[in-house]
């Protein structure tokens, strides 16, 4: 019998994250994203299929690789307009009692010091549900903005990330000891200062002599998710990553990228489950098989091919617009201003002597952004789950909208059923934090753990 699966939600504070042209669809509420009761109405549906979390990515830049031009993008709301994730998780928080929540924000874009501070105000704001998942940004034009230079390479990002962490595990982990909050009303004493310390980094790129601002939360360092899949991404994840998202077009590739993350671990001296791993996946259903493919079609009707170029060119480092949709897929894209998983992905799920046309790769970014497309009846959505499950070894699926919220309503009313009565998914929330629903261990960072080289010992008294 197939482990539990785990699902997550995936989400953009904007229009259109991964379905271009559907939100003009009549059913579709993607222009209400800047209203609060779209994210708590969705937040509520999730939590009451029990799904872990809802994960929300971001991109502070446009997508202008296609056309050379950021005018397509604005045309089509491809990623743009796009507000800051981080500002919904209270309000979702208020409503629900256990759903996660991931965001998403760059190494790139803000000095760790104040970011460290902010993860941990949500982090007591949510109860300990958050998490943080670490990007090194390859969008030029949000790089320029903040008035770099030049993009720097796929290998210095990772470099930066690998210094920005440090600094966060040392302000989460190592600043204030366990026990250091005393609360003391009777002596006046909140907290004890010679157990706050100073964690007086001093690297490559940040220095941060001080103390953390904020007192330890219910998990101190959130969870951290990880979405490359390229081998420098694999390793970074291997040392820091809990959760990892992945994007695989096919089982086959899935199973070998899963394979590798699992002996990575390993090799990082961690355990091989010590991350979740969920692949990326959109799920058409309805009450029967004949119904979820008259939605389907009924989407398809409504999709922007102009605005699948806009994303499949910014992901895939290549100006779809210079070629003829018959032309094969150029292996020889621009991997530092490209997600480099994603050409390594599409490069691997065709035979030898095959390969993706550029109107292959614009129709299948039509609907589901780079991860595949179910579409069934409950019942063969859930085979097709278990089948992906067994096959290639993931724990489960971050699954995207066609439609909002029509598309995770159909997967709370018509699949999360179907998966309960196989016995295949949970009927009730673990109690605790995210860590701790996720792991079913304590609410800290395990000893094997990188960040765990960075806690500071508290003495012991007796």
């Not at 491809?78 to 979702?92: G, R």
């Not at 959760?243 to 961690?270: H, M, N, Q, Y």
């Not at 210079?322 to 998983?341: F, V």
């Not at 673990?430 to 079913?440: A, D, I, V």
Request: net charge negative.
């Amino acid at each position: 019998m197939t482990r539990e699966i785990r699902l997550f939600a995936f989400e953009q504070n904007c229009v259109m994250a991964e379905a271009p042209g559907l939100w003009r669809h009549p059913e579709c509420r993607s222009m209400d994203y800047t209203s609060l009761e779209y994210w708590t109405s969705l937040a509520k549906t999730l939590e009451r299929g029990m799904f872990d979390g809802l994960f929300i990515a971001d991109v502070l830049g446009l997508y202008e690789v296609y056309e050379s031009s950021r005018n397509p993008a604005i045309r089509e709301a491809a990623q743009v307009p796009e507000n800051d994730p981080s500002l919904l998780v209270s309000a979702m928080a208020g409503v629900t009692e256990h759903l996660g929540f991931g965001i998403t924000a760059s190494v790139a874009f803000e000095h760790p010091y104040p970011f460290a501070r902010r993860m941990s105000t949500l982090d007591h704001l949510t109860n300990g549900r958050s998490g943080w998942n670490v990007v090194t940004s390859y969008n030029e034009s949000g790089l320029r903005n903040l008035g770099f230079a030049s993009q720097m390479t796929h290998a210095n990002r990772y470099d930066l990330a690998e210094e920005y962490l440090e600094v966060c595990y040392k302000l989460w982990e190592g600043s204030w000891e366990d026990g250091a909050v005393l609360r003391d009303q009777e002596r006046g004493v909140y907290a004890d200062p010679s157990r706050v310390h100073d964690i007086d980094h001093v690297g490559k790129i940040f220095t941060v002599p001080g103390m953390h601002l904020s007192e330890p939360s219910p998990q101190r360092s959130p969870i951290i998710f990880q979405a490359g899949s390229s081998s420098r991404g694999k390793a970074f994840a291997s040392q820091n990553a809990e959760a990892i998202f992945t994007a695989a077009p096919t089982k086959e590739v899935l199973r070998a990228t899963v394979s590798d993350i699992r002996r990575l671990l390993v090799e990082a001296g961690r355990e091989p489950d010590s991350a979740v791993i969920f692949n990326q996946m959109t799920v058409i259903t309805d009450e029967t098989s004949e119904g979820a493919k008259a939605k389907y079609e009924d989407y398809l009707k409504y999709v922007s091919l102009e605005g699948s170029m806009v994303l499949m060119s910014q992901w895939l480092g290549t100006d779809f617009s210079k070629y003829d949709l018959s032309q094969p897929l150029d292996e020889n894209a621009n991997r530092d201003i490209s997600i480099t998983s994603a050409i390594d992905a599409f490069m691997a799920s065709k035979p030898e002597g095959e390969s993706w046309t550029i109107g292959d790769i614009v129709q299948w970014g039509a609907i589901g952004g780079l991860g595949p497309v179910v579409v069934g009846s409950a019942q063969e959505v859930a085979d097709q789950m278990q089948e992906w499950v067994e096959e290639s070894g993931v724990d489960g699926f971050c699954l995207s909208r066609a439609i909002a919220h029509k598309t995770h309503e159909d997967v709370v009313d018509y699949v999360i059923p179907e998966l309960q009565r196989r016995g295949v998914y949970k009927t009730k929330y673990r109690e605790g934090t995210l860590r701790e629903k996720l792991f079913n261990k304590g609410p800290h960072l395990p000893a094997d753990h990188r960040a765990a080289n960075f806690r500071v010992e508290s003495p012991v008294i007796g």
